[in-house]
């Protein structure tokens, strides 16, 4: 990847970070990093309060995101992820059943420069540029 859209990808992490953790979520612990994850392979299905099950994300699509245990006791995780128009916070169990949505930011007007960033995470999304890791089928928990 260019350095431009290498140093963009620095500044959208930094400034979702600080987004997130600003949120407080109990339970929640400070989160420190982003990973470039495939939409299938985090997008997992919410039962709505009038059972109707959905799904929010693009299958085809990389996001940011990150896995973190509870701080609460239990077999619970959180699984948080964003791109420059949202941020979900959810929680599941350990084999990433039973998810339930926590929080759903949908924000379209971010100071996220936009210059270089025409397809940003159509780039991410590009096999080549992907770790070696999310080439292949693996599970959100790593």
């Known amino acids: 990847m260019n350095s431009v859209i290498m140093e ?4 959208l992490r930094k400034k979702l970070l600080k987004e997130i953790n600003a949120l407080h979520v109990e339970g929640l612990p400070e989160i420190t990093r982003l990973n470039a994850l495939v939409g299938k392979y985090v997008n997992l299905e919410y039962t709505l309060p009038n059972g109707r099950n959905v799904k929010f994300l693009d299958d085809q699509t990389t996001y ?13 995780y959180f699984g948080v992820l964003a791109d420059m128009d949202f941020i979900l916070i959810c929680t599941y169990e350990a084999d990433r059943t039973s998810p ?6 949908n924000d379209k007007i971010r100071s996220f420069p936009t210059e270089n960033l025409p ?3 159509q780039v991410l999304s590009e096999k080549r ?14």
């Open 100 to 105: 339930e949505l926590v929080l759903y930011k």
């Open 64 to 76: 940011l995101g990150t896995q973190s245990e509870s701080e609460f006791e239990g077999d619970r």
């Open 129 to 142: 540029f992907l770790p070696a890791v999310l080439q292949k089928t693996v599970p959100f928990r790593s």
């Open 8 to 11: 963009n990808l620095k500044n």
């Open 119 to 121: 397809d940003f995470f």
